[in-house]
């Protein structure tokens, strides 16, 4: 899962960068001397094709050559990632009336759960949240409608 999720952020970044190299009519070659020639013309088709992740410093250089906000890109293919999920491509989303659910019963504090009670998968769950990059947890709180 943890893996797919990655695949599926890394893609939608990807095509995120090369919309904005098609729409300023740059290529591979040109980005590359954009950025100094710090990341190579083959090390850059593999970013776009979403073949490798984009190391966070590399993003930066990549944003700063084509005049975008990291920040901006980030955020729309943390969404477009969290989109795909919500669709349950992997089938990995539970009932979505599960906050229903709970909105109908007794309040619920959700932040006090006591670690004696988790499963092994939620506690592996939690330490994959806990070490996925920002904007991968902003595409798992948007995906279970925790943030707007």
Do not use: F
Request: aromatic share 6%; hydrophobic share 35%.
């Amino acid at each position: 899962m943890k893996n797919d999720i990655i695949d599926e952020y890394n893609t939608a970044l990807a095509d995120q960068i090369a919309q904005a190299m098609k729409k300023k009519h740059i290529s591979l070659e040109y980005l590359s001397k954009l950025t100094g020639n710090t990341i190579p013309k083959p090390t850059l088709a593999r970013y776009v094709r979403g073949e490798n992740t984009i190391p966070d410093e590399r993003l930066s250089i990549i944003c700063k050559a084509l005049n975008l906000n990291k920040k901006e890109i980030t955020d729309k293919a943390a969404e477009e990632m969290a989109n795909k999920i919500a669709e349950n491509k992997y089938g990995y989303l539970i009932d979505p009336d599960w906050q229903k659910e709970l909105d109908d019963d007794e309040p619920v504090d959700l932040h006090i759960i006591d670690p004696t009670t988790l499963t092994r998968e939620e506690a592996r769950m939690i330490g994959y949240y806990r070490a996925a990059l920002s904007s991968v947890k902003k595409a798992v709180r948007l995906m279970l409608g925790m943030d707007e």
